[in-house]
């Protein structure tokens, strides 16, 4: 698989971060696309949590080290330390309890790597501050009563998490819906950016 | 009765018997020095012997796995939902071998095979085998088949303990292990289970110190009870509340001690289908090595320092609603995995059918046990 091949753009960009030869966590991986792109391209090890039936078949079809476990459980059976990158891509959002979520990632971890839907996108504020509804959006296209998504947040709120769990910062990006940066996004992520993605360790 | 046999089915098989004349050291200290081992066979060795797959065998089943042994059989082999041509153990692609372990009643030497030194049944003179010896007397059966590497050993419940074993004991000799339903070692609680059904065959008046069959006669009542217990502990509570409930059998209670609930029906069911086809004895020793597991113990009690020398891909699977061998028994061998960076996968399965399960054509569990069957099939050179 190529680069180009990947379905989801914000895996290229988490690719892009992961050292070859890593040691990597992927919390959420779907069907093991992330992974599976990084053993083959940066000869990374690790493993996979996944709670859905399809997708635990799907990764053990594409040779993913798959662990079949709900992630509101955390991380008990993971020892500190034990990961390069504990990955979360679009999945901080269906936590139960986001916070101890990304305390258990830096516990297990060195480095967290994690992207959200952005709430503070211009779309949202539009629906909530003009419309007075609840945004649905091509990143959010659920409604309020039946969606996954229960914690949602924006840039600001994720960055001011962070800076009180003690975590810094080391890279950010804000992307649009086809995961594109532009020097808008660069200068007015929170309002612009529709996914965001970020890198992180403890101080 | 089974006048054709279905078209997935291995059809009819034979057993083979393999003469051991081996020195076996157990782990009790006592030796033995000559035994045989009852197996079956299905599928087709590979010119390489590359495509072997060991399938270990649970408490109270035996080497006959698939299969009819006539057309007369009103039952299949007990794992027939899983080995055949098609299913998740394809006998189109591997060379299946399944034996009845040491201790047995099926055909493997035991207690109620003759003692050749007293010329009567061994009985409680049988030594007491363990997990880690089955898996010695399992090499030599490996080494007879001149099998050096079998491509997985598979095994559901202590058949599961027996895998766990093998990767630890001979890492070199297995790619694949497949662990199902099992647990690293038993709890209080499953050594507590185990006693109640040892102390039913022990105090049964037929027992006779085991010798009973010197006596002609075998502890039914004790047997019974055992198995009658060891039924409520496969399954579920919930799966007992929707299969029976409170049904009863004639409509009304009847204020008295005859079978009145459906559940009691069953109970009684699977207690007079086990006494005639299995050895108290055996039973006995069966339960002593699901106590006596315990491959960390080596190890200081840490299972991760114990699977530092396996060497094989893992795949584990529990079942949510088996309490017996609870998933997160399971888990404690996920984590021992993983802690040495070794391959593993593992899937627990949402199902009411307890532990049981195992045995069961579960769509989701047939799903993953097929893919992951596709990757051992891969790996064959």
Known sequence: MTQEQLMRPDYAIIADWIQPKSRVLDLGCGDGTLLSHLAKNKKVSGYGIELDDHNITQCIRSNINVIQSDLDRGLSEFDEDSFDYVVLSLTLQAMHRPDLLLQEMMRVGTEGIVTFPNFGHWRSRFYLGVLGRMPVSRTLPNEWYDTPNIHLCTIRDFEELCYKLGYRILERRAVDHVHKSSLGLRLFPNLLGQIALYRFRRI | ?381
């Open chain 2, 1 to 381: 009765m089974a006048k054709t046999l279905p078209a997935d089915s291995v059809g009819l098989v034979k057993p083979k018997i393999l003469q051991v004349d081996q020195l076996l050291k157990l782990s009790s200290g006592g030796v033995l020095g000559k035994y045989e081992l009852i197996y079956e066979t299905y599928g087709q060795l590979n010119a390489r012997k590359s495509n072997a797959i060991l399938v270990c065998h649970a408490l109270s089943s035996n080497h006959h796995a698939a299969g009819y042994h006539s057309l007369e059989d009103k039952k299949p082999g007990w794992w027939e939902n899983f080995v055949g041509p098609g299913k998740p153990i394809d006998t189109n692609r591997f060379y299946v071998v399944c034996c009845n372990n040491l201790g047995g009643c099926s055909g493997s030497t035991g207690p109620s095979t003759l003692n050749p030194e007293t010329g009567k049944p061994y009985g409680p003179d049988f030594p007491i085998v363990t997990v880690r010896d089955w898996v010695e007397s399992h090499i030599h059966l490996s080494d007879a088949l001149g099998i050096d590497q079998w491509a997985a050993v598979i095994g559901g419940s202590l058949g599961g303990m027996q895998v766990l074993q093998w990767s630890i004991d001979y890492p070199e000799r297995l790619k694949h292990a497949v662990i199902i339903a099992a647990a690293p070692k038993l709890t209080a609680q499953n050594i507590a289970f185990n006693e109640v059904a040892r102390q039913a065959i022990r105090t049964d008046p037929d027992f006779h110190e085991g010798h009973y069959y010197e006596h002609n006669t075998e502890p039914a009542r004790g047997l019974r009870i055992a198995r009658m217990l060891g039924h409520i502990t496969y399954l579920s509570d919930d799966l007992m509340h929707e299969k029976f409930g409170r049904d009863l059998r004639e409509g009304e209670i009847s204020f008295d001690f005859n079978v009145e609930f459906q559940v009691e029906s069953y109970l009684r069911y699977q207690a007079d289908s086990f006494v005639g086809r299995f050895d108290a004895n055996t039973y006995l020793l069966m339960t002593k090595a699901l106590d006596y597991f315990d491959p960390a113990k080596p190890f200081g009690g840490d299972l991760s320092k114990a699977l530092q020398r396996a060497k094989a891909s893992f795949f584990v699977v529990s079942f949510t609603s088996d309490w017996r061998f609870a998933p997160a028994r399971s888990r404690e061998i996920v984590k021992a995995l993983h802690d040495n960076d070794l391959h593993v996968s593992y899937a627990e399965i949402s199902v009411n059918q307890g532990h049981d399960a195992f045995l069961m054509k579960i769509p989701q569990y047939v799903e993953v046990f097929n893919a992951y069957m596709d990757r051992i099939a891969g790996d064959i050179r």
